[in-house]
């Protein structure tokens, strides 16, 4: 079994910084790409950034400059540093991370829970 725990979100003002950590814990064989969406309310579910393997990033175009993600050595914990935080980036923000579970098997999209994020102006 495979699980995605997010943290670190909260409430802050315009012009603040929060970091959200990923943790994968359970049974895993391999890990691909790792990243972070984000739905708002009424909205669809957004890629904000996402990572390779091999480190290779990629942004959405609103959040380049401003947001950063990476990954520790180990490639089971994903991070999203958000700094210039505005209103708009209030959302629930969803981790993501392509599992194998087993030597023989296909990647598979995981979820973690979601953590909220408030940006007040």
């Known amino acids: 079994q495979v699980q995605l725990v997010e943290s670190g979100g909260g409430l802050v003002q315009a012009g603040g910084s929060l970091r959200l950590s990923c943790v994968v814990s359970?049974?895993?064989?391999?890990?691909?790409?790792m990243g972070w969406y984000r739905q708002a309310p009424g909205k669809q579910r957004d890629l904000v950034a996402s990572?390779?393997?091999?480190?290779?990033?990629n942004y959405a175009d609103s959040v380049k400059g401003r947001f950063t993600i990476s990954r520790d050595n180990a490639k089971t914990t994903v991070y999203l540093q958000m700094n210039s935080l505005k209103p708009e980036d209030t959302a629930v923000y969803y981790c993501?991370?392509?599992?194998?579970?087993?030597?023989?098997?296909?990647?598979?999209?995981?979820w973690g829970q979601g953590t909220q994020v408030t940006v007040s102006s």
């Open positions: 993501n991370a392509e599992i194998k579970t087993w030597i023989l098997g296909d990647f598979d999209d995981y």
């Open positions: 990572i390779t393997s091999g480190g290779a990033t």
């Open positions: 359970g049974s895993i064989f391999s890990i691909n790409a």
